[in-house]
């Protein structure tokens, strides 16, 4: 069965950050200091789905959609981390999931995306290699708890972003500024993962995936200085994520590291443990140039003309997702697993129409373009499984706040009222069409 669902992450909407005995996490800590957020936005009440999430299965079974990819949150079942579990935390995820499989969604859950117990953080993070083994302690409790019903699991959430935004260039929590010495936190999350997959597999998970932020990289120009650039953002944002997964080995980092030495013997064989399905979060292509001279990092964002743009300023390029897709088909042969897209989505200006309509039609056309270029990959023969749309709410877009709505579903923050938009209504048709005629 192809999956057709929906995504969204915990400290994105779930809110009720102190109840039930949930500990703080790195964006607990990161949204309330000043500057970080627009406007200091934090997540502490965000779409308040720790209350409404009845609602929101609802709203998802009035969708027609068969799978939800949601992620939990790991300091509400490990408030400091490690030891100590709070079964308050799994009981909500274990309510959600019988609602979900009783509306014939199948549950999806992502064990980490980017909440990090904040008493982690205080070991010293994705930078403290003790922390991947404590992930797969916490991957087991979870399993214990949900493997009997769970079909799919993700390890992590794009850890080129957490370690790029988070850690290299601080605009994410936990606000590390340390540019390429942040790849510790590249290869320690990888590490967590390969540890997960085992501890997954232990606990009777069925079918387990890692989902990685993939984008297809142009060079400015073919000038030498560009397309050097252009290779070292490639290594940098996919392969090094991708490669250690698919084919066990680390591209050449020797031009941006001056020694790779927190890979110990053995950890690119736990780390390139079979996935069933590598998952893929596609937003748009990147160009690339030579970076000026003396910048701290090897490349620089040209930007892509000639194009619509997001709010958030991101260009539409629909069939960047194609080229992806056969790219990766191409570049990982007979290595690459089938695909998951776990994210595909654009933010946009959304009003409320004064008799309560959302005429979101960019995102429409942004989604058909989209869903269209994955078809076509699949007749060029990429093996793609399932598709997850970025969002199903508007909600906390991490240091945008409230600024950039992603959802299917409108929110009103002040009220929680949910208005779906005309999109929701639009992938309701094209999923009530397509499960018609697909396998
Ligand atoms: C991805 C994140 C997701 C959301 C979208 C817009 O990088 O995984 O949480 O913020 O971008």
Redesign the pocket.
């Known amino acids: 069965m192809f999956l057709w669902g929906t ?3 915990a400290y ?1 909407i779930e809110g009720a950050t102190g109840e039930d005995g949930r500990g703080p996490s790195i964006w607990d800590t990161f949204a309330h200091e000043p500057g970080r957020t627009r406007d200091g936005h934090t997540g502490d009440v965000a779409c308040d789905h720790y209350h409404r999430w009845r609602e929101d299965v609802a709203l998802m079974a009035g969708l027609g959609v068969n799978a939800y990819r949601f992620s939990i949150a790991w300091p509400r079942v490990l408030p400091v981390g490690s030891g100590r579990v709070d079964p308050r935390g799994l009981d909500f995820y274990d309510r959600l999931v019988d609602a979900l499989l009783a509306a014939g969604i199948e549950p999806v859950p992502t064990l980490f ?2 909440d990090l117990p904040q008493a982690l953080e205080e070991r010293g993070g994705w930078l403290n290699r003790d922390v991947c083994r404590i992930f797969a302690d916490y991957a087991a409790t979870v399993a214990a708890r949900l493997a009997d019903r769970v079909p799919w699991w993700i390890t992590l ?2 850890p080129f ?1 957490h370690m790029a935004y988070g850690y290299a260039m601080g605009v994410h929590a936990p606000g590390r500024l340390l540019m390429t010495g942040a790849l510790p936190a590249a290869h320690h999350q990888l590490l967590a993962h390969g540890l997960a997959v085992q501890a997954l597999r232990a606990a009777g998970a069925r079918q387990v995936a890692l ?1 990685n ?1 993939c984008t297809p990289v142009r060079p400015a120009s073919d000038g030498e200085a560009d397309l050097k650039a252009a290779e070292a953002y490639d290594i940098l944002h996919n392969r090094l994520f991708n490669d250690p997964i698919l084919l066990g080995k680390y591209p050449d980092l020797s031009a941006y590291v001056p020694e790779v030495d927190f890979v110990r013997d053995g950890d690119l064989e736990t780390i390139s443990a079979p996935l069933d399905a590598l998952g893929v ?1 596609y ?1 748009n292509p990147t160009r690339i140039a030579a970076p000026p001279p003396g910048a701290g990092l090897p490349f620089e964002d040209a930007g892509i003309t000639g194009h619509p743009v997001t709010a ?1 300023g991101w260009p539409v390029v629909p069939d960047g997702l194609r080229e992806l897709l056969t790219g990766l088909k191409s570049r990982y042969g007979t290595a690459l697993p089938p695909i998951l897209i776990t ?1 595909n ?1 654009c ?1 946009q200006e959304d009003a409320l129409t004064p008799d309560g309509r959302v005429e979101d039609d960019a995102r429409v056309a942004y989604l058909d373009g989209h869903l269209t270029a994955m078809r076509q990959a699949m007749a060029e023969g990429v093996d793609v499984r399932g598709y997850f749309v ?2 199903l709410l508007d ?1 906390f ?2 240091a945008e706040g409230y600024h ?1 709505r ?1 959802g299917l579903v409108h929110v009103d923050f002040a009220t929680q009222r949910r208005t779906p938009k005309r999109s929701y209504h639009w992938y309701r048709d094209y999923l009530r069409k397509a499960q018609n005629t697909d396998t």
Do not use: C, D, I
Request: charged fraction near 10%.
């Open positions: 995504a969204t992450a994105q995306h980017w959430n794009e972003v989902t932020n979060n937003y958030f994210e989505g933010s970025w969002s909600n877009e991490w950039q992603f």
